[in-house]
Nanobody, 127 residues
Framework: QVTLVESGGGLVRPGNSLRLSCVVSGRTFVNYNMGWFRQAPGKEREFVAAVTWTTGETYYADVAKGRFTVSRDIGKNTVYLQMNSLRPEDTAVYYC????????????????????WGQGTQVTVSS
């Protein structure tokens, strides 16, 4: 059984930082993209960042470039999202997801293409 468990969310003031973690288990994740998405109340789920499990290539949405860093630790089966210079508009539930790409190309930023999801962790940025 594949599981993704996020942690690290919380309440922070604008300008501060958080690091989210996503522990994955249940299979090997070779040929998987690992993505971070977020969903604010009343809004659609949006792509934030992704990393390829095997090579560590990274991809970012414009809202994340320059502030967020995605990475993975294969030995710990964990994907991270380091978020700096947080803003109130970053407030959302953040989800970790896994997308199998072993059969060919799949878009990395489309939520509906992902196969497995975590339960989400709340991030609130407020003064």
């Amino acid at each position: 059984q594949v599981t993704l468990v996020e942690s690290g969310g919380g309440l922070v003031r604008p300008g501060n930082s958080l690091r989210l973690s996503c522990v994955v288990s249940g299979r090997t994740f070779v040929n998987y993209n690992m993505g971070w998405f977020r969903q604010a109340p009343g809004k659609e789920r949006e792509f934030v960042a992704a990393v390829t499990w095997t090579t560590g290539e990274t991809y970012y949405a414009d809202v994340a470039k320059g502030r967020f860093t995605v990475s993975r630790d294969i030995g710990k089966n964990t994907v991270y999202l380091q978020m700096n210079s947080l803003r109130p508009e970053d407030t959302a539930v953040y989800y970790c997801a896994a997308e199998y790409v072993g059969r060919g190309y799949r878009p990395i930023s489309v939520a509906s293409e992902y196969d497995y999801w975590g339960q989400g962790t709340q991030v609130t940025v407020s003064s």
